[in-house]
Every structure is written in structure tokens, then in C-alpha cells.
């Protein structure tokens, strides 16, 4: 019961807040320099021969970067050069867009009998309304040619910006 306590204060000659002791510092035993800590010997040559490899297959590509040097700026007469022997490399990729694999065989079939070297690339990632045909710049002449042999299809001719992984590629859609 709260009423029973008596809350006025009375005169006490003891500080009311009490001063904190402080404890005496403890010494610490001195280290025992004599023994060595104890560690595997066959981490530390694990640890020697990964550095090792480390620095050796870095030593050997940068020496790989030293024997071929490449030089982005071409001529005209380099790049034309470059231009001929691609247009004997001509591969037409052909992919399944919707088309049907009958249409794909005839299509595959065709080009080669006009010349072409084709690869039968099977199943597109997507399916197109329209026949799509991408070419990389110079290809341009080729990829009309083949637009003109695939007269039956509603056909669209895309130049794409960025060169490499193909040539000509075919995206046979439905119609």
C-alpha cells in the first residue's frame, strides 16, 4: 500500500550519489616469447603455390597481349579487302519463327540451290507475323537477292547496327 509509505525526505549525513570505485588494474602475465605459435606447414606452401599461379597465369596474359597487337584504324583498301573475302564467307542463318519446319526445309533448300551456304538454325527465340531479314553493312545486295527468292513471303529487310556473330539471318515468320 502506497499510503503507508512516508515520502518526505529525511536528513541523512551520507552523500547521496555514490562515487563509483574504480578497480585496480590488473597486470598482465608477460608473453611467452619462447613458444613459436604452432601453425600447418602445408597451409603455408597451399598459400605459396596459389600466389604462384596466380602470378603465372597473369605473366602469361600479359604476355598473350604483347604478341597481337591490334590496330582499330583500317584503310580503304584494307577494308575493302576484308568486305571481298567476307562476301566468299557468306553464311545465311535461317530460324523458325513461326513458319512451320516444312517451310523452313524448302526455305534451307532453296537458298542452297541458288548458291547460298546455309545452316539451319532451328526454333527462333520468338515468333514473327512477317519473314525478317537482317544483314550486316555490305550486305545489303545479298540480302535483296534473298528477299527476291522468298517472293511468296511478306519479307522485311533490316540492316543490323552491330556486326559480328552473322551475316544474313533469316527470322521465317507465319505469313
Known amino acids: 500500500m502506497a499510503r503507508d509509505f512516508d515520502f518526505r525526505r529525511t536528513p541523512t549525513t551520507k552523500p547521496?550519489?555514490?562515487?563509483?570505485?574504480?578497480?585496480a588494474p590488473v597486470a598482465r602475465p608477460p608473453i611467452q616469447s619462447a613458444q613459436p605459435i604452432k601453425r600447418s606447414k602445408n597451409v603455408s606452401w597451399v598459400a605459396v603455390v596459389v600466389i604462384l599461379a596466380v602470378f603465372a597465369v597473369?605473366?602469361?596474359?600479359?604476355?598473350?597481349?604483347?604478341?597481337?597487337?591490334?590496330?582499330?584504324?583500317?584503310?580503304?583498301?584494307?577494308?575493302?579487302?576484308?568486305q571481298q573475302s567476307e562476301k566468299k564467307q557468306l553464311v545465311v542463318d535461317v530460324f523458325d519463327g513461326g513458319a512451320g519446319t516444312d517451310?523452313?526445309?524448302?526455305?534451307?533448300?532453296?537458298?542452297?540451290?541458288?548458291?547460298?551456304?546455309?545452316?539451319?538454325?532451328?526454333?527462333?527465340?520468338?515468333?514473327?507475323d512477317k519473314t525478317y531479314i537482317w544483314y550486316v553493312t555490305g550486305f545489303e545486295s545479298d540480302a535483296q537477292k534473298i528477299a527476291s527468292l522468298l517472293s511468296s513471303r511478306k519479307t522485311v529487310l533490316k540492316e543490323s547496327k552491330v556486326s559480328g556473330g552473322f551475316t544474313i539471318q533469316i527470322q521465317l515468320g507465319k505469313e
Open 16 to 23: 547521496i550519489i555514490k562515487t563509483p570505485v574504480t578497480p
Open 58 to 82: 597473369g605473366l602469361g596474359l600479359y604476355y598473350q597481349s604483347l604478341q597481337a597487337p591490334r590496330s582499330n584504324v583500317q584503310t580503304n583498301s584494307e577494308s575493302s579487302v576484308e
Open 103 to 128: 517451310v523452313l526445309s524448302t526455305t534451307v533448300a532453296t537458298l542452297k540451290q541458288n548458291g547460298f551456304t546455309v545452316t539451319d538454325s532451328g526454333k527462333a527465340q520468338f515468333e514473327y
